[in-house]
Nanobody
Framework: QVLLVESGGGLVEDAASLKLSCAASGLNPFSTPAMGWFRQAPGQERQFVAGIRQSGSGRSYADSAKGRFTIVTDNTLDTVYLYLYMTDLNAEDTATYYC?????????????????????WGQGTLVTVSS
């Protein structure tokens, strides 16, 4: 059974930093092509934040995250850990942040920005930035 559990959300002040964590159990790290972070603000659609290929072949960031957020992955034999280091937070970053895992293999690289590429999702962790 695959289970993704996020943690690290909370209430922070404008310009603060925050680290989000995701523990993805039940995955084979060597057959999980990509992991990603998405977020959804109230009344808005879920949007891509950052993604990373497990092969180390690349990372991708939304324009709003470039220069402020860093995605990092690590793993043990049966758990994938995903982190999102966020700096210089502002009110527009307020959202529920979701960790996602892409386990399907295609004859092409996983499209990190496309939420349909991901087949497992966590329950989300809320980040609130007060201005």
């Amino acid at each position: 059974q695959v289970l993704l559990v996020e943690s690290g959300g909370g209430l922070v002040e404008d310009a603060a930093s925050l680290k989000l964590s995701c523990a993805a159990s039940g995955l084979n790290p060597f057959s999980t092509p990509a992991m990603g972070w998405f977020r959804q603000a109230p009344g808005q659609e879920r949007q891509f934040v950052a993604g990373i290929r497990q092969s180390g072949s690349g990372r991708s960031y939304a324009d709003s995250a470039k220069g402020r957020f860093t995605i990092v992955t690590d793993n043990t034999l049966d758990t994938v850990y995903l982190y999102l280091y966020m700096t210089d937070l502002n009110a527009e970053d307020t959202a529920t942040y979701y960790c996602a895992a892409a386990t399907r293999l295609f004859a092409r690289p996983t499209r990190l920005e496309d939420e349909h590429e991901y087949d497992y999702w966590g329950q989300g962790t809320l980040v609130t930035v007060s201005s």
